[in-house]
């Protein structure tokens, strides 16, 4: 018994031993890597800066490239020379994109990552879409049109990017025009890489609005809202009247965060949509106007059958700056349903009562009074 004790002892030992050396080995090798690296990017990183900053407005200064664009037939000092590329990019003004581009086309950098987005890797070939779009190739756009039907949500999502970075605006639409609600990326996703384009936002804004493709249609419309583009709004309001629900209500977003009274009456109108997620969005998005014709209708909504319409009536009566008038009239008649909803809303709101309590205006005063009597009252009611 005692001789298979002293076996496994010693097995085991030898396994310790053997790991050890083996991680000893390791870690001199990644030494020596890093050893080796540091030595090409003192070599390397020179050259680079030296012909970027020999950029002007006139063009580019030549020196040195044939040099680098041997160097980057290594793996290791090709590694070295597109990390400093992108650095340039991250760091240098967008005027200077397209010469930097330029270079990076002269060293084949960006050949070699066209070649990386054949990869059988999913990881390696986002990482080859991520770059090319960094590095603004248009020779890449074909490589990435290729690719854009793949299955791996984490490829297209870069794929998308890279061509929104590129600019493009032919490449960026033909990307987008077979795209629907069944597509393996998040909306939110689909308007993040919209909203990075960098060609000419107004063409492809305009082209994919009027899509018949009503789920893009809808990601436009909601990125143009995000960047405020109002020069859209006309193209952008003709959905207001849509019968697609989507639409209707991703135009009442763009349209009502821009705040542009054009159509206020219109979407004053959508308050009696007969779909409840149309009035709310409408209730909220009317607090974007400052407009006192939005103030009855808003005070109209505080008795509609769904809790969110009244609740986002009440909170846009709240922060409009003539709102008083309305919660005062509410809380001087008998209508509990609009009452409880405003008590709601000021629960709810940041400041909550305090908004009025502060004051010295007899009439915010006189409301303050009005809302605590109104509180103890339905406490009682409670508690008897």
């Known amino acids: 018994m ?22 000893f080995y390791e870690k001199v090798i990644e030494l020596y890597k890093n050893k080796k690296l540091n030595k090409h990017a003192q070599e390397i990183i020179p050259l680079i800066d030296s012909i970027v900053s020999g950029i002007t407005a006139e063009g580019l200064n030549y020196n040195n490239l044939e040099q680098i664009k041997v160097l980057s037939k290594d793996k290791d000092k090709r590694g070295i020379i597109e990390e400093r590329m992108l650095y340039h990019f991250e760091n240098k003004d967008k005027n200077y994109f397209s010469k930097l ?24 070939k986002a990482l080859a879409a991520k770059n090319l779009g960094d590095l603004r190739g248009e020779q890449a756009i074909k490589a990435l049109l290729d690719e854009v039907n793949t299955s791996n949500s984490d490829l297209k999502y870069n794929i998308l990017l890279a061509l929104a970075k590129i600019g493009d605006e032919d490449s960026f639409i033909k990307a987008f025009e077979d795209i629907d609600s069944a597509i393996i990326l998040s909306e939110r996703s689909l308007i993040e890489v919209v909203d990075t384009f960098e060609g000419d936002k107004e063409k492809i804004y305009r082209y994919m609005i009027n899509s018949d ?20 709004n006309e193209d952008i309001s003709k959905y207001l009247c849509s019968e697609n629900k989507e639409l209707k209500i991703s135009a009442v977003k ?6 542009d009274e054009v159509y206020l009456d219109t979407i004053i109108s959508l308050l009696q949509d007969s779909e409840w997620e149309v009035r709310a969005v409408t209730a909220k998005i009317l607090s974007n106007f400052d407009s006192d014709k939005v103030l009855t209708p808003l005070a109209n909504s505080l008795t509609d059958a769904q809790w969110y319409v009244r609740y986002n009536s009440a909170t846009a009566i709240l922060n409009h700056k003539n709102g008083i008038n309305i919660i005062s009239y509410v809380f001087q008649g008998e209508d509990k349903f609009a009452k409880d909803i405003i008590i709601s809303a000021i629960e709810n709101s940041q400041n ?8 010295n205006e007899p009439e915010r ?20």
């Open 2 to 23: 005692d001789q298979y004790v002293y076996i496994s002892i010693g097995f085991f030992s030898i396994i310790i031993v053997l790991l050890y050396f083996y991680i």
């Open 352 to 359: 909550g009562v305090q908004l009025f309590e502060n004051s």
């Open 101 to 124: 581009t330029k270079i990076c086309e002269g060293i084949d950098i960006i050949k070699y990552e066209i070649a990386n987005l054949k990869n059988r890797n999913y990881f390696h």
């Open 254 to 259: 763009a349209i009502g965060s821009m705040g």
């Open 365 to 384: 005063m006189e409301l303050v009074s009005q809302i605590n009597k109104y509180r103890n009252s339905k406490h009682e009611e409670a508690v008897v």
């Open 213 to 232: 493709n009503s789920f893009m249609a809808s990601v436009f419309i909601k990125s143009a809202g995000n960047l405020k583009y109002q020069i859209l």
